[in-house]
């Protein structure tokens, strides 16, 4: 049967829950990568053990302290090394790889990898962000566009938001939904894979330059406006790594 798009690859949902907001400090708390295949949804999840302690904010979001981190959390190298693997796996299986917000979760998995001495990671494969896509496509719509908010604009059910299994679930759902408005060239994955990950890339960039624009001209914040202009350079949807103090326990 002929390949004709995104549709007929497996789906690999990935979404992680952490301590910080900051994708070059974060540490992973909790995260699932599972497939969708068809109507099968198999997950494998993770709870980490915390090198730092869980400030009582993210806590709130995840639901996660520092205490069940501590009592049921796995050795992080190990777990960060098996959530690797299974994204590593999942696209030479020819999955498309999806997250909401994919620079969040990509970047701060590659700084966790390098942090920890192992092996960074590498975009091998197709990467769909149901965010960008949704932006993209209706860049006018007005209202919030969390997970959450844009699960409900596409009546996708999301009952656990911040769980890492329900947001990488919805975030494949969306994906299912979204990924027809990306190019395709019928029988060639790879070559639709090198037009989609392109197509993403330029929304993702127009869409962090025109925040910043939003946040230089309406709000009078020029740091917010050059931290955001910095995000549009360092790229979609691993950040461009460099070596920085930053990058400690």
């Given amino acids: 049967m002929t390949w004709t798009g995104w549709r007929d690859s497996p789906i690999a949902g990935f979404d992680t ?8 400090d974060a540490h992973i708390i ?16 993770w709870i980490l053990k915390p090198e730092r302690p869980i400030p009582e904010q993210a806590s709130r979001i995840h639901g996660v302290t520092t205490e069940r981190a501590t009592q049921e959390g796995q050795d992080r190298a190990e777990a960060i090394a098996e959530i690797a693997g299974h994204i590593n796996a999942a696209w030479l299986a020819g999955a498309s790889l999806v997250a909401f917000n994919a620079s969040f979760d990509i ?14 990671l590498k975009v091998d494969g197709m990467v769909i962000d149901p965010f960008v896509i949704d932006k993209g496509i209706d860049p006018f719509r007005r209202g919030s566009r969390k ?7 596409y009546d996708i059910l999301l009952d656990n938001a911040h769980d890492a299994g329900a ?19 019928p029988g060639d994955q790879a070559a639709s894979a090198d037009l989609g990950l392109d197509r993403q890339r330029e929304w993702h960039q127009q869409q962090k330059l025109s925040l910043a624009k ?4 309406k709000k009078g914040d020029e740091q917010t406006a050059a ?18 103090e930053g990058l400690v326990a």
């Fill in 30 to 45: 909790t995260a699932t990568v599972g497939i969708a295949e068809g109507r099968r949804w198999q997950t494998t999840s």
């Fill in 107 to 120: 970047t701060i998995l590659d700084r966790e990898l390098r942090r920890l001495g192992l092996e960074p």
């Fill in 167 to 185: 947001d990488a679930h919805a975030a494949a759902r969306l994906a299912w939904k979204l990924a027809p408005n990306l190019p395709v060239v």
């Fill in 147 to 153: 997970l959450a908010d844009v699960c409900r604009h």
């Fill in 17 to 24: 829950e952490t301590d910080s907001a900051d994708p070059e």
């Fill in 214 to 217: 939003y946040f230089r001209t």
């Fill in 227 to 244: 931290n955001i202009e910095a995000e549009a350079e360092a790229g979609w949807p691993l950040r461009t790594w460099s070596a920085q």
